[in-house]
């Protein structure tokens, strides 16, 4: 049974930071790409990061120099390490991962910037 597990949301003031932590079992994140969603109320859900197999990553425009994806493959996780936070971060933060066919999601984590 796959699992993707988020951890790690929060309130933070703007400008604060936050990790976001995903577990992952069932599969392995060394050969599928994962990847940090988000959608805020009303919003349709939006690609935030992404990183392959082999570690490359990509990046949505409005987080480019504050967000950095990492993972560690021996314990299964993928990290969103997230900086210099805005209000419009806000939102559930999901938790991806696909190869192939196959296509998993978490069940999210909020987060909120808000003074």
């Known amino acids: 049974q796959v699992q993707l597990v988020e951890s790690g949301g929060d309130l933070v003031q703007p400008g604060g930071s936050l990790r976001l932590s995903c577990a992952a079992s069932?599969?392995?994140?060394?050969?599928?790409?994962m990847g940090w969603y988000r959608q805020a109320p009303g919003k349709q859900r939006e690609l935030v990061a992404r990183i392959t197999s082999g570690g490359s990553t990509n990046y949505a425009d409005s987080v480019k120099g504050r967000f950095t994806i990492s993972k560690d493959n021996a314990k299964m996780t993928v990290y969103l390490q997230m900086n210099s936070l805005k209000p419009e971060d806000t939102a559930v933060y999901y938790c991806h991962s696909s190869w192939f066919t196959d296509d998993y999601w978490g069940r999210g984590t909020q987060v909120t910037v808000s003074s």
């Open positions: 069932g599969i392995s994140i060394k050969i599928y790409a």
